[in-house]
């Protein structure tokens, strides 16, 4: 038991230190990303997206091997366990200053991703309502080109002849 703790605790201590950090990174993407959501760089944000999907996939990476790596260490400390235990479960198990060491990463972790939840929600709130300024643009630059003036959505809408042949619209 001992060769395993001793071997696995470091390399359980640096995966939480990456997802960690990898957290850090998406948290700081996602910020430039929102504003550029706000200054309208379409380009950008493409290149966010793209980037923070690059970041995703790699937390995913770490957190699969961090799940191997607490499933080892359940098996060290609990052979008989029926299933991993939980990291402060686990941690609180082990000995100082493993236990220590992982419980504050663990805490570091847990707060990160807090953040990045809360950063998430706030770009997905703008996100939503650039889209809802883009179709009230649609809705009257279509209603410009059949001639209509302003109607609620309720209102029946009458056929009319398009008032223009051409509708020539530039960013």
Known sequence: ???????????????????ADRHEQL??????QRE????AD???????????????QAIG??????????????????PSAPAPMRMRDLAERLPEPSRGRLLVLRQQLRERIAKVKDESSVT?????????HMQGLVHTLGSAGRGAGYAPA??????????????????
Do not use: C, F, W
């Open 154 to 171: 309720s209102a029946p809408q009458q056929p009319t002849a398009p008032a223009i042949g051409t509708l020539r619209v530039t960013a």
């Open 124 to 132: 997905r709130r703008a996100t939503e309502s650039l889209l809802k």
């Open 36 to 39: 550029a959501l706000r200054q």
């Open 61 to 78: 990476d770490l957190e699969k091997r961090r799940l191997e790596l607490v499933a080892e260490l359940t098996r060290a400390v609990q």
């Open 42 to 56: 379409h380009r950008g944000v493409s290149e966010y997206s793209r980037l923070e999907n690059t970041l995703v």
């Open 27 to 32: 948290l700081s993407l996602m910020k430039r």
């Open 1 to 19: 038991m001992a060769d395993a703790l001793t071997r696995t605790i470091p390399v359980l201590e640096a995966v939480l230190k990456q997802l």
